[in-house]
């Protein structure tokens, strides 16, 4: 699957730390440079982190429970999105 979690994790669950995941490709976007990789990046390290302290927090600080249930999450992600608020649609272009 494109943009799995595999992509950015090792097989022990831990964030790659690859500079080629926040490689520095700017695009303009109305008269801004945007570092579209670098963002991505930080969002994924802002949602990993968001995982890992949910999982925690349920697991009690049991690390062996919490990786079970970050690998439980993992294999039933399309059953979390569908628990999920979903996705907001575009913003409404104001031309």
Not at 71 to 86: D, H
Not at 87 to 94: Q, R, S, T
């Amino acid at each position: 699957m494109s943009g799995s979690y595999w992509h950015v994790t090792t097989d022990q669950h831990q964030l790659l730390d690859d500079p080629k995941h926040q490689a520095l490709t700017y695009h303009e976007q109305d008269g801004i440079e945007v570092d579209w990789a670098s963002e991505a990046y930080e969002a994924i390290a802002h949602m990993y982190s968001m995982i890992w302290y949910l999982a925690d927090k349920a697991a009690e600080g049991d690390k062996a429970r919490a990786l079970a249930l970050v690998e439980e999450a993992r294999r039933n992600e399309k059953a979390g999105f569908a628990a999920s608020p979903g996705v907001a649609p575009p913003p409404d272009d104001e031309e």
